[in-house]
């Protein structure tokens, strides 16, 4: 079975989890840094979901508690597409992701993680949150 790359478009990092080729256990990957270039960051997601040998690749929708969508999630919604663009045959899907950064940090905090220790994976924890959201949901590649 293929595997699935999830995506956490941070502002300075994309966060990046894969499952497992079964489909059923999320884990992270690690992050891109924002370079300044879009097309560069693009290219580096699909260059990772393709070392993953990922069919899918979910993309977080940032809604508010509400459900309702604003800035991030229009954001959101056109860096999904113009990955779609170049990602060629891997399917680029979204997904919603209220919470999950919040969740994220809880659980490295729990984990005895200190705040400067986060900085640097809390990207790619929420990732893994977020990923293992869609496949608890029934998302399958």
Do not use: N, Y
């Not at 595997?3 to 966060?15: A, F, H, M, Q």
């Not at 560069?40 to 508010?64: F, H, K, Q």
């Not at 490295?108 to 400067?116: F, I, K, Q, T």
Request: proline share 4%.
């Amino acid at each position: 079975m293929a595997r699935v790359l999830g995506v956490d478009l941070g502002e300075r990092r994309i966060g990046l989890a894969r499952s497992d080729p079964g489909g059923i256990l999320a884990s992270p990957v690690g992050c891109v840094e924002r370079s300044g270039d879009p097309d560069a960051d693009r290219a580096a997601v699909v260059a990772a979901a393709r070392d993953a040998e990922a069919t899918v690749i979910v993309v977080g929708l940032p809604r508010s508690l509400s459900g309702r969508e604003g800035p991030a999630a229009r954001a959101a919604r056109d860096e999904a597409a113009a990955l779609a663009a170049v990602a060629g045959e891997i399917r680029v899907v979204l997904h919603d992701e209220r919470l999950t950064t919040v969740q994220a940090a809880r659980s490295m905090a729990a984990a005895g993680r200190s705040s400067r220790d986060q900085r640097d994976r809390i990207d790619a924890a929420a990732a893994t949150v977020l990923l293992q959201s869609w496949l608890d949901a029934g998302g399958r590649p």
